[in-house]
């Protein structure tokens, strides 16, 4: 059974950091991409970051670049997101996800992805 499970949020104020985590299990991603994406109360998902499977390229929320950056370590089939100066706006539930397809280029819309964890909560107080 495949699962991602991620951790890591958490209530930080304005301006601070968080780092997620999403290890994964029931098969390796390797050779998959990866993404983070998030979802506000009463918003639809929406894309943060992804990354390849070899993790040389990254794609970025126009919203989070300079601040967030995905990366992952394949050995320990585990993908993260570190988020600095974080804003009361980007609380939200972050799920990270995996394509089933091997070796496809990374992609923001949730319809690329076949395996999703459960979200972690990220609160953001002003």
């Known amino acids: 059974q495949v699962q991602l499970v991620e951790s890591g949020g958490g209530l930080v104020q304005t301006g601070g950091s968080l780092r997620l985590s999403c290890a994964a299990s029931?098969?390796?991603?390797?050779?998959?991409?990866m993404g983070w994406f998030r979802q506000a109360p009463g918003k639809e998902r929406e894309f943060v970051a992804a990354i390849s499977w070899g993790g040389g390229i990254t794609y970025y929320a126009d919203s989070v670049k300079g601040r967030f950056t995905i990366s992952r370590d394949n050995a320990k089939n585990t993908l993260f997101l570190q988020m600095n100066s974080l804003k009361p706006e980007e609380k939200a539930v972050y799920y990270c996800a995996a394509d089933s397809a091997h070796y496809r280029m990374v992609a923001a819309t949730p319809g690329r992805y076949d395996y999703w964890g459960q979200g972690t909560q990220v609160t953001v107080s002003s």
């Open positions: 029931g098969r390796t991603f390797s050779s998959n991409a």
